[in-house]
């Protein structure tokens, strides 16, 4: 399946800046180490300033954010800012929507951020159903988004069996991630090719704003529309092609988001912050540089630059389900979706200077996951009749994708069941806590006394009066990437809070108000990667508490 990503857009954009097609060039994570251009490994160890750790950073600033929650059901719209605190740098950023059922990517692009630049977009329900993003801002993107266009989020990446209504719908819900790929300082870089006397980077001359505008020159932002050969010039490389050459460097983060859902009739609004992995930490903050090009060209060695289970190229990576044994098979070698340039950086792709050994992207997306799993999830609800109020739950799981995807191809020995297992070292997602269900991948919550406890205002608790819907499961399972659990919902098909339709489950509790701790321990009690937060609206307000964790 191969997607189409504003495919209008870019071909105007190549035409424009006088490119034919684009080369399939050699491409590398590069990483702030003695020789940037080998592979980092026990010969070739970091410089001091390189970042070797991930964090969670609880201000909210850092290399990697994710917003847990996007919608456009209903009559709901979602805003997002992102802001790029670094007042020297400007910052290359991919942007990715992800959809809730499964997290296909439903629409991407490539950001450019100039120094304390803020870049803000709406994404709204067009009339065809599909979301669609659309911003009067002036910052830099790649294909170029302009004021009064309304991008459609595209489809190839959902199941094909589906009605056209059935995925517009796939595309009004999902989390987004966002990844700083590479600075762009204002000094020209050492290998690129500048006019005699030149002194700043064409490519940050090109992006940042001039009386509230960015040029967005073309010539500037061309190199940018092909792969990096090296990091600085080797003996083959000419200046043109290395991460330097095309006026970029080593990110070092600095980013923060910030999102708003609101109900554009009822006007209710829901805002937060996204949540913020940084890279290292004092002055050794320098992350690899991710950057791949906003290309449909083939990624070529996607091995070493995802865990994507859809992706992968090795069969002793992964293994699928046989639906009709419930036995694992290896994969085939040919992989289910092959991977574009434009699938690529995502949060799997290794983003530390570490060894060879704990520098893959199966590696990175495990450290990742470890620092997001939640052995139990607590949080208030609020469901008072009188005052109409409704809570909804949201939890979203960005990094399951690479543990465990849905394969839609269906391909015999799969029948209807398309899961696909990354191969860790450390499984948070395998056979035995996962389901199919609605074409859906569903992971079990915690059953009995560790799963749902249920106080009210009064000290009342109990673990066991409650009744889930739909369906006869008797306990709480996560149907989808970003799911919903709507808390005293009845049998309703649309939640309360945020209408939410296409990964929900309803908790039917004894009391209107009071507070639930859900387990969420996981395979051998390493937890479950979990973000979000409990949405509460009435006829007098709405309220977004993040959810707490215990880790």
């Given at each position: 399946?191969?997607?189409?990503?504003?495919?209008?857009?870019?071909?105007?954009?190549?035409?424009?800046?006088?490119?034919?097609?684009?080369?399939?060039?050699?491409?590398?994570?590069?990483?702030?180490?003695?020789?940037?251009?080998?592979?980092?490994?026990?010969?070739?160890?970091?410089?001091?300033?390189?970042?070797?750790?991930?964090?969670?950073?609880?201000?909210?600033?850092?290399?990697?954010?994710?917003?847990?929650?996007?919608?456009?059901?209903?009559?709901?719209?979602?805003?997002?800012?992102?802001?790029?605190?670094?007042?020297?740098?400007?910052?290359?950023?991919?942007?990715?929507?992800?959809?809730?059922?499964?997290?296909?990517?439903?629409?991407?692009?490539?950001?450019?951020?100039?120094?304390?630049?803020?870049?803000?977009?709406?994404?709204?329900?067009?009339?065809?159903?599909?979301?669609?993003?659309?911003?009067?801002?002036?910052?830099?993107?790649?294909?170029?988004?302009?004021?009064?266009?309304?991008?459609?989020?595209?489809?190839?990446?959902?199941?094909?069996?589906?009605?056209?209504?059935?995925?517009?719908?796939?595309?009004?819900?999902?989390?987004?991630?966002?990844?700083?790929?590479?600075?762009?300082?204002?000094?020209?870089?050492?290998?690129?090719?500048?006019?005699?006397?030149?002194?700043?980077?064409?490519?940050?001359?090109?992006?940042?704003?001039?009386?509230?505008?960015?040029?967005?020159?073309?010539?500037?932002?061309?190199?940018?529309?092909?792969?990096?050969?090296?990091?600085?010039?080797?003996?083959?490389?000419?200046?043109?092609?290395?991460?330097?050459?095309?006026?970029?460097?080593?990110?070092?983060?600095?980013?923060?988001?910030?999102?708003?859902?609101?109900?554009?009739?009822?006007?209710?609004?829901?805002?937060?912050?996204?949540?913020?992995?940084?890279?290292?930490?004092?002055?050794?903050?320098?992350?690899?540089?991710?950057?791949?090009?906003?290309?449909?060209?083939?990624?070529?060695?996607?091995?070493?630059?995802?865990?994507?289970?859809?992706?992968?190229?090795?069969?002793?990576?992964?293994?699928?389900?046989?639906?009709?044994?419930?036995?694992?098979?290896?994969?085939?070698?040919?992989?289910?979706?092959?991977?574009?340039?434009?699938?690529?950086?995502?949060?799997?792709?290794?983003?530390?200077?570490?060894?060879?050994?704990?520098?893959?992207?199966?590696?990175?997306?495990?450290?990742?996951?470890?620092?997001?799993?939640?052995?139990?999830?607590?949080?208030?609800?609020?469901?008072?009749?009188?005052?109409?109020?409704?809570?909804?739950?949201?939890?979203?799981?960005?990094?399951?994708?690479?543990?465990?995807?849905?394969?839609?191809?269906?391909?015999?020995?799969?029948?209807?069941?398309?899961?696909?297992?990354?191969?860790?070292?450390?499984?948070?997602?395998?056979?035995?806590?996962?389901?199919?269900?609605?074409?859906?991948?569903?992971?079990?919550?915690?059953?009995?006394?560790?799963?749902?406890?249920?106080?009210?205002?009064?000290?009342?608790?109990?673990?066991?009066?409650?009744?889930i819907s739909p369906g006869t499961v008797t306990n709480?399972?996560?149907?989808?990437?970003?799911?919903?659990?709507?808390?005293?919902?009845?049998?309703?098909?649309?939640?309360?809070?945020?209408?939410?339709?296409?990964?929900?489950?309803?908790?039917?509790?004894?009391?209107?108000?009071?507070?639930?701790?859900?387990?969420?321990?996981?395979?051998?009690?390493r937890g479950l990667p979990v973000l979000g937060g409990?949405?509460?609206?009435?006829?007098?307000?709405?309220?977004?508490?993040?959810?707490?964790?215990?880790?």
């Amino acid at each position: 399946m191969k997607k189409s990503i504003l495919s209008a857009s870019i071909a105007a954009m190549i035409g424009g800046l006088g490119f034919a097609g684009l080369a399939n060039a050699a491409i590398g994570v590069y990483s702030d180490a003695a020789d940037p251009n080998a592979p980092v490994a026990a010969g070739n160890a970091a410089n001091a300033t390189a970042a070797t750790t991930l964090a969670i950073n609880e201000a909210g600033i850092g290399n990697i954010l994710v917003v847990p929650y996007f919608t456009t059901q209903g009559t709901n719209a979602t805003l997002l800012n992102i802001t790029n605190t670094d007042a020297s740098n400007g910052k290359v950023v991919k942007v990715r929507f992800r959809g809730a059922s499964n997290s296909d990517d439903i629409f991407d692009f490539t950001l450019m951020l100039s120094p304390g630049d803020v870049w803000a977009a709406k994404v709204s329900q067009g009339a065809d159903g599909r979301s669609q993003l659309e911003t009067a801002d002036k910052t830099c993107t790649l294909p170029s988004i302009v004021a009064t266009q309304k991008n459609s989020f595209p489809t190839g990446r959902l199941n094909s069996s589906l009605t056209d209504a059935q995925k517009a719908n796939e595309t009004r819900e999902g989390y987004i991630e966002i990844l700083n790929m590479a600075d762009v300082p204002k000094a020209v870089q050492t290998n690129q090719a500048v006019a005699s006397g030149v002194t700043t980077n064409p490519l940050y001359t090109a992006i940042k704003h001039v009386n509230g505008v960015a040029p967005c020159t073309a010539s500037a932002l061309a190199p940018l529309l092909s792969a990096a050969t090296d990091y600085v010039a080797g003996a083959t490389d000419t200046t043109a092609t290395t991460i330097q050459g095309k006026g970029m460097k080593f990110p070092t983060g600095k980013l923060m988001a910030n999102w708003t859902i609101i109900d554009t009739v009822k006007t209710a609004t829901f805002s937060g912050a996204a949540t913020a992995v940084a890279a290292g930490s004092g002055t050794a903050i320098n992350a690899n540089v991710v950057f791949f090009p906003q290309s449909d060209a083939a990624a070529g060695n996607v091995d070493a630059w995802s865990a994507d289970p859809l992706f992968q190229t090795t069969s002793t990576n992964i293994s699928r389900i046989n639906p009709a044994t419930g036995s694992s098979a290896s994969g085939s070698g040919t992989p289910f979706i092959a991977a574009s340039y434009y699938d690529l950086p995502d949060l799997s792709t290794p983003y530390l200077a570490l060894t060879t050994a704990t520098n893959t992207p199966f590696a990175h997306a495990e450290t990742l996951t470890a620092r997001l799993a939640a052995k139990s999830v607590i949080n208030e609800y609020l469901t008072t009749t009188s005052i109409g109020a409704t809570t909804d739950w949201v939890f979203s799981s960005p990094t399951r994708r690479y543990n465990v995807a849905m394969n839609y191809a269906y391909a015999s020995p799969l029948g209807g069941d398309g899961r696909v297992y990354s191969l860790w070292t450390n499984n948070y997602f395998d056979s035995t806590n996962t389901s199919v269900s609605g074409g859906k991948i569903c992971v079990k919550a915690d059953t009995g006394a560790a799963g749902v406890n249920q106080w009210d205002r009064e000290e009342t608790t109990t673990s066991s009066q409650f009744v889930i819907s739909p369906g006869t499961v008797t306990n709480v399972v996560f149907c989808g990437e970003t799911s919903v659990l709507a808390i005293n919902n009845g049998t309703n098909t649309s939640s309360g809070s945020l209408s939410a339709s296409l990964a929900l489950q309803n908790l039917n509790v004894t009391s209107n108000e009071g507070w639930i701790s859900l387990g969420t321990s996981g395979l051998s009690n390493r937890g479950l990667p979990v973000l979000g937060g409990a949405f509460a609206k009435s006829s007098a307000f709405g309220a977004m508490w993040p959810h707490r964790y215990t880790r």
